[in-house]
């Protein structure tokens, strides 16, 4: 994002970075720069195989998509945990906090600004609020005002029962799962669901792992690419965007031997013959399907949440143990 925004800072028409794999808080940030090319995904023949009236498709992190990026796959924020450690797991956010308490030193998240624990940041704001429905999909001060410090009340007060008393964190996920793994902790989380297939097979994590679905629902978003502004060869990245929006590269990346990810196919746009692809794929004996993972699902918060959040838990958290 740096480089993108400097050469374009600089003038140069012959960008370095054609193709980008951004987050929703660089494409935001890009949006405002005009950093990015639009108008391009109506040219993707593939498209026509998306839903022109998905919400997750439509926009990215708060911020329209506006054909300024194509889609390249779901995911789904996801607690999954110790089945041998826990026989009868929460399942709501809330009950996550309550069991903590109830367990001291067995649960944690990674501290903000970690992605993941800052997803966790923005669903307990939700929960606290009492649903997805209660927040405002734009920031604000006033919003913030009235819901953050519900959800840093409750980070508060979960503290002392963390892992390390919460007097420290994890870094990040990685971290987390090395925790879960050495059976430090019993709770985990990942936007990355597909993942957890592998990393039991691999032996990262115990068998015994098994998705935690919450009753409320849990964040939902998509993957997308974006084309600089001032990309060198964008017809190339098109083509490219393009490949990866096909059935078979999107089921092929669906494989949990492969990657695992979540396609943003509608399979109802599908010919027989492409749904085909998708019905062969191996079931994971760890993670649900999307449609029941995704079940009550909500959209992410605008992007300035995140930095507020992350911000707030820093001084009313993290600096108070």
Known sequence: MNRVLSE???????????????????????????????????????????????????????????????????????????????????????????????????????????????????????????????VPLEYSEEAFDEHAPAALEALREVAPSLWREGRTYPRDEQALNTLFANGEVDIAMTYGPATLTDLVASGVLPESTKVLTLDEGTVGDASFLAIPANAADAAGAMVVANIALSPEQQAAKADPEAWGQFTVLDPGLLSPAQQDLFEQLPDSPIVPDYEELSRNAHGELAAEWVAALDEGWRQDVASTR
């Open 8 to 134: 374009r800072q600089a003038g140069r028409d012959d960008g370095s970075v054609d193709l980008v794999w951004v987050n929703g808080a660089n494409f935001s940030t890009g949006r405002q720069a005009e950093a990015w090319r639009c108008a391009w995904t109506d040219l993707l023949p593939n498209m026509e195989y998306t839903d022109p009236q998905d919400p997750l498709l439509l926009n990215d992190f708060g911020t329209p998509v506006e054909g300024c990026e194509a889609p390249w796959h779901k995911a789904q924020f996801t607690f999954f945990y110790d089945s041998e450690a826990i026989t009868d797991p929460p399942t709501s956010l809330e009950g996550i906090l309550e069991w903590a308490k109830e367990h001291p030193g067995r649960f944690t998240y990674p501290a903000p600004p970690d992605f993941t624990g800052s997803v966790f940041l923005r669903e307990v704001l939700l929960s606290e609020a009492g649903g997805a429905d209660q």
